[in-house]
């Protein structure tokens, strides 16, 4: 077993974290303000697509970047257009997402880089690793926690900043208050569609980081439908952290760690196909375990029985 | 004068709600309005806070013209409003819900404590007392209505609209709360109070406008009227004073023995509660709401399991028996939330009639929904519930017009035994008329019924024996000849009967 835990198997667990965790707190940030978005995976499947876009057109990873961002959030548009312009029902309009990325993906990847099932060119360029100074020195602790690429990093930072926006700032406690009761948000002036927007938005900004994670953090590649459910772990790691970003947070270090874990078990003559359910087992096990007791469900409780 | 709105017209397509509306407000003054559901009042409300805009007519504030094209807009001019359903959060604390829309902050902070301090000082100001850091979700309902007052008079207000206030709280926060209002009127705040019960209204009103079919039938003083003069001015007829002849009382309908449901908490919700109800009688049972009445009304329903005790039902034991099966054992049901238990929302008007009915109302498994129609469309006539048609869905239908339905769906079922809980909450004296007929009719026709009331006059006027519960107990039995609002209040407090 020791074999099993060694450093490697907990840094590869922030990695995997990084994605899962990035489109969760996008998830986060819908779901408190009413827009339950089901289109994670194919946001973050866009944003992977697009980032390795951006690398072979530009070769500059701050262009690929913004430029994941930018197509991460066109698609955004759409859901938001769809959903709250046009009252659509969210769900339908998520899944219609997922498979508009699906396709879209695996079609362009076909008339861009004229090639089947992944892209890869040895001239693109993976984004920067950091090594921490002091920290990357200490034995142990230096291994796991240094020398990731600036999106673990960032998203850590993000978890912080999410949370200081939402608990702490007059603009989140809006956010949150156009989420829990609308109907009363927008009698006190609150522009409800404006923050369902701006919310919608920010959800595509962080699937486009977590898809560029994906494709330019540990490998520099893009294999068709390589977010691989990671997006729909991502909405469970929303809801069982109850759309707190530091619950969120916890829930999708359970499930990067469950990732890592799996690849690994690979090592240990384990059958392929079994090791790759144990985060979706774990899933399963954990939706069992933690009902969704959500503030959202109280809110629509106490609404109900009014008179 | 403070507030005039003049010739007011609201028209929707070829329906008017307001008919040449005129309306005046004085400075300090408490003016209700009253009238029945459908009336025009909530639509005069809505014109005037900036939620909807008048077809013709001119309001004017301080008498220079205003319009309104939101609620924003209304509240920058000092008016404020107190919806009928409240308009709060629930997962936020009591000063969040106060200060939302003009936080206090520090940079893009929202600064908590000054809002805390800031509604504290505001409750000792005007009288009101309330905890800034509990949940609103966990207050009662009186102090969740307190906190919508503070909310308005934090936001500014001079002119405060209270839509039917009083219809979820207890006789003793109906009582803080008309005081209170008193006391911010003495200090300078106007009211607009829109009421179904004229007791209150006579208590805090100085002038009582009467609506009736979207036209104004009358302003007078308070001092210079009383309720059964509003009664007639709402339905523009003689109300019929309902006689009650004797009881003629036949077979235990119901009966029920030693029911207990404990709860979560140390004492019992319900506590060895037993009674019985027979055939052409009505029980009443009074009771501060949250004395085991709610509890007591779900194991007879089947919504809730007793933990001791047995229920028979004309014969049959029903004890923890599925609802489907105590309904054919004879229940009917008017319960007393009407949008938990009693109707769907996204639901029409048809399909929420047609519910408890489409046994008979359907031939190998199929609707008929032309019969199912004309028989809706048959009570909608005779309880008068105004709705737009009978596809109109159920969360368009105003809170009264609801419970109409409700009744008129429920004494169709002409079961035996018919729980009445809270059946006249909301409705107006009209309504609350026929409701009250068709109730006693039901048991003049040997029906038994079982009604629970916050409405003390309410139980008096119609039971023929009353039941008091005081803490998940039975607390004593009243005849209708020897009970008194006194004595009944007087166990509703837990004190013994006397005399």
């Known amino acids: 077993m020791d074999q099993l835990f060694d450093v490697s198997l907990f840094a590869s667990a922030l990695r995997m974290l990084t994605p899962i965790l990035l489109a969760a707190l996008g998830g986060a940030i819908c779901a408190r303000v009413g827009l339950f978005n089901v289109g994670l995976e194919g946001l973050m499947l866009i944003g992977a697509f697009s980032a390795i876009v951006g690398n072979y057109l530009t070769g500059s990873i701050a262009l690929s970047l913004l430029f994941a961002i930018g197509c991460t959030l066109a698609f955004s548009l759409l859901f938001a257009f769809m959903s709250i312009q046009l009252q659509a029902n969210v769900i339908v309009v998520g899944i219609a997402l997922n498979f508009l990325a699906l396709g879209l993906t695996t079609f362009s990847l076909r008339a861009i880089f004229d090639v089947k099932g992944a892209y890869y060119d040895k001239n693109m360029v993976g984004l920067p690793k950091l090594n921490i100074p002091v920290i990357e020195d200490i034995p142990w602790l230096g291994g796991v926690l240094s020398g990731h690429s600036v999106l673990v990093y960032a998203s850590i930072l993000i978890v912080a900043a999410l949370h200081y926006y939402l608990f702490r700032t007059v603009s989140g406690f809006r956010l949150l208050a156009a989420g829990e009761n609308p109907t009363a948000a927008r009698s006190l002036g609150i522009k409800v569609t404006r923050i369902q927007y701006g919310a919608v938005l920010l959800c595509g900004v962080l699937c486009g980081l977590a898809g560029a994670q994906l494709s330019l953090g540990n490998v520099t590649m893009f294999t068709e439908g390589m977010t691989a459910g990671r997006g729909f772990i991502a909405l469970v790691a929303t809801m069982l952290g109850q759309s707190n970003p530091l619950g969120v947070a916890g829930a999708s270090l359970l499930f990067g760690f469950m990732e890592s874990l799996s690849i690994r078990l690979q090592g240990f003559a384990m059958p392929t196909h079994f090791t790759l359910m144990v985060p979706y087992v774990v899933t399963i096990l954990a939706m069992l375990f933690f009902k969704d007791k959500g503030y959202m469900q109280e809110a629509r409780k106490s609404s109900g029985s009014s008179r | ?499």
């Open chain 2, 1 to 499: 004068m403070l507030l005039q709105m003049e010739g007011i017209t609201k028209s929707y397509g070829n329906v008017t709600a307001n008919r040449n509306v005129s309306f005046n407000l004085r400075k300090g003054e408490i003016h209700a309005l009253v009238g029945e559901n459908g009336a025009g009042k909530t639509t005069l409300m809505r014109i005037l806070y900036g939620m909807e805009s008048q077809t013709s007519g001119e309001i004017k504030l301080g008498g220079k013209p205003v319009s309104f094209g939101s609620p924003t807009d209304a509240i920058r001019h000092g008016i404020g409003m107190v919806h009928q359903h409240f308009m709060l959060f629930p997962s936020f604390t009591v000063a969040e819900n106060i200060v939302i829309g003009r936080e206090p902050s520090r940079a893009i902070g929202f600064d908590r404590k000054a809002a805390a301090e800031e509604t504290t000082r505001l409750a000792k100001r005007f009288g009101m007392p309330v905890d800034p850091w509990k949940r609103v979700g966990e207050c009662s309902l009186g102090v969740q209505q307190r906190v919508e007052i503070l909310k308005v008079l934090y936001q500014g207000a001079e002119i405060i609209i209270l839509d039917e206030p009083t219809g979820v709280l207890t006789p003793i926060e109906v009582k803080e709360l008309l005081a209170a209002i008193k006391e911010l009127a003495r200090q300078g705040k106007s009211f607009i109070l829109i009421s179904h019960k004229l007791g209150e209204i006579m208590e805090v009103a100085d002038r009582i406008t009467v609506l009736r079919d979207g036209e104004v039938t009358g302003t007078v003083n308070a001092s210079d009227t009383g309720e059964e003069q509003l009664s007639r001015m709402m339905v523009g007829r003689e109300l019929v004073q309902l006689g009650r002849s004797a009881a003629a009382l036949g077979e235990k309908v119901l009966e029920a023995k030693g029911l207990t449901v404990r709860g979560s908490k140390t004492k019992p919700l319900l506590d060895g509660v037993s009674l019985n109800v027979k055939a052409g009688e009505i029980v009443g049972i009074a009771g501060i709401s949250g004395n085991g009445q709610s509890e007591l009304l779900q194991v007879l329903a089947g919504l809730l399991q007793p933990d001791e005790g047995t229920v028979e039902l004309s014969g049959q034991d029903v004890t923890g028996a599925s609802v489907q099966r105590i309904r054919g054992a004879g229940l009917a049901h008017i319960p007393e939330d009407r949008y938990l238990w009693g109707v769907s929302k996204e639901a029409d008007v048809t399909e929420n009639g047609i519910m408890g009915h489409t046994g008979r109302l359907s031939k190998n498994g199929i609707l008929r929904r032309g019969k199912a129609r004309s028989m809706v469309a048959e009570w909608v006539e005779r309880f008068g519930v105004k709705t737009g048609s009978l596809d109109t869905k159920a969360q368009h239908l105003s809170g009264g017009n609801l419970q109409k339905l409700i009744v008129a769906r429920e004494l169709a079922q002409q079961s035996p035994f018919l729980i009445a809980a809270e059946p006249t909450r909301g409705v107006d004296v009209g309504a609350m008329e026929i409701i009250h007929a068709e109730l006693l009719s039901k048991r003049d026709r040997q029906g038994a019924i079982l009604l629970v009331s916050s409405e003390l006059t309410e139980v008096l006027k119609l039971s023929d024996r009353i039941l008091v519960m005081f803490e998940g107990r039975i607390a004593g039995e009243l005849t209708a000849e020897e009970a008194t609002e006194e004595k009944i209040s007087l166990l509703m407090a837990g004190g013994k009967a006397v005399g």
